[in-house]
């Protein structure tokens, strides 16, 4: 407890000013935001903090400062921490950043436990001024389909359809099965996905934390802004390396953890001219799924099933019957009939949207016919199923735990 407040007190968060702070949020909660935001603040150059006390002296100034003088166009500042309003992300402190020319997102850690209270909070940050909101959701949110639904469809009703939201989350799909990837990047989700790559904390390079990466999320169709690190203050050679890296893959921008963790080295290293890299090429690959394989990827294919006219279990099980929908499939577009979704059956897949689905709790269907789904494409009647089977998946690691973030 000591230790807690110790650090509420350094980020300027003292009980009165997290009160204020939350009053805000409950009004927030209360009526449509609907603002338009800035996209253009996830391309470029970005600075994460998590405490303004710790970056730059704490002062507004400074920071502005060291960001011109490196070149930091968006700077990522912590607003909440699961329900609770963080007081040092405010109006006043965007203003003034913005008066400066840079764009501010805002950045929350979520843990499902409250999800609505979680939506009304960050839908305060966007009130407050934010041109995006990113979503910092790990391990606390594994297996919780309905909490993330219930925190997605809230934040949604908030700020509106359209509003710049990015997924901060775990880099390795395959490693967290249970993970609800395709709530968070699913229809009416977030529309930018900004995968914590440290390649450092993974014990990997940086050339293999782009490839595991990127085959594994770009399923998900979102653009992809690398999130990369200076904790730990990796050698600046792969700091450059990871700066190329995201330009040979096509990002629109890259952003680092964090800020006051930054060296002076790490400051020149993410600022000093770079290039472009040659001879190398971004990786093709896809995850390749087939009987047996468990996860939410697997529950993303077998909803594009579903919209493409194939019934099929939603249960992120590849069993009998997804085989024989993607069987089915495969014969339909003239591809290799193998029962396996590898590269090729994901492209042709991908060319369908996925279904739309509510997800419940309590048991019921895990199958769902064509004629469900375009009953619900038609509106007529929701697609409700039970929680995927692969929500109650064990995580295989968490591959970013020295990171922090939450609290």
Not at 12 to 30: C, F, I, Q, V, Y
Not at 155 to 165: D, F, T
Request: hydrophobic share 40%.
């Amino acid at each position: 407890m000591a230790l807690t407040v110790a650090l509420l007190l350094l980020a300027g968060l003292g009980t009165a000013s997290t009160t204020s702070a939350n009053t805000r949020a409950r009004k927030a909660s209360a009526h449509v935001i609907h603002k338009a935001g800035d996209a253009q603040a996830l391309a470029g150059r970005g600075m994460w903090i998590w405490y303004v006390s710790r970056s730059s002296g704490g002062t507004v100034s400074g920071i502005i400062s060291t960001a011109r003088h490196y070149g930091i166009n968006t700077l990522i500042i912590k607003s909440s921490d699961g329900p609770t309003m963080w007081s040092q992300f405010n109006p006043t402190l965007v203003s003034e950043l913005h008066a400066a020319g840079l764009h501010v997102c805002a950045w929350q850690y979520v843990y499902g436990n409250h999800p609505i209270w979680e939506a009304d909070v960050g839908a305060q940050a966007v009130q407050d001024g934010a041109d995006c909101l990113i979503i910092d959701a790990e391990s606390e949110y594994e297996g919780k389909y309905v909490a993330a639904q219930s925190y997605i469809t809230q934040l949604r009703k908030l700020i509106g359809p359209s509003y710049p939201v990015a997924l901060a989350g775990f880099p390795y799909v395959d490693y967290h099965p249970g993970f609800p990837y395709s709530v968070f990047l699913g229809p009416g989700g977030a529309q930018y996905n900004t995968p914590q790559m440290y390649w450092m904390d993974i014990g990997t390079s940086v050339n293999a934390v782009y490839a595991h990466t990127y085959a594994y999320n770009r399923v998900y169709e979102r653009q992809i802004d690398p999130l990369g690190q200076v904790w730990e203050n990796p050698p600046a050679g792969q700091l450059i390396r990871f700066r190329q890296l995201s330009r040979t893959y096509g990002a629109a921008g890259v952003s680092w953890w964090d800020w006051q963790e930054a060296s002076t080295a790490d400051w020149g290293a993410i600022s000093v001219g770079a290039g472009n890299l040659s001879g190398v090429t971004t990786t093709t690959s896809t995850p390749i799924l087939k009987t047996g394989s468990v996860g939410d990827v697997v529950v993303w294919a077998q909803e594009h099933l579903a919209t493409a006219g194939y019934t099929t279990a939603i249960d992120g099980d590849y069993g009998p019957s997804t085989q024989s929908a993607v069987e089915s499939f495969q014969t339909a577009q003239g591809l290799t009939v193998d029962g396996i979704v590898g590269p090729a059956t994901w492209g042709a897949l991908l060319r369908f949207a996925p279904a739309s689905v509510v997800w419940t709790a309590h048991s019921g269907a895990t199958v769902a016919s064509a004629a469900a789904v375009r009953s619900a494409r038609a509106g007529h009647r929701a697609l409700v199923l039970a929680v995927p089977k692969s929500a109650h998946a064990q995580a295989r690691r968490d591959e970013i735990a020295g990171a922090g973030g939450a609290g």
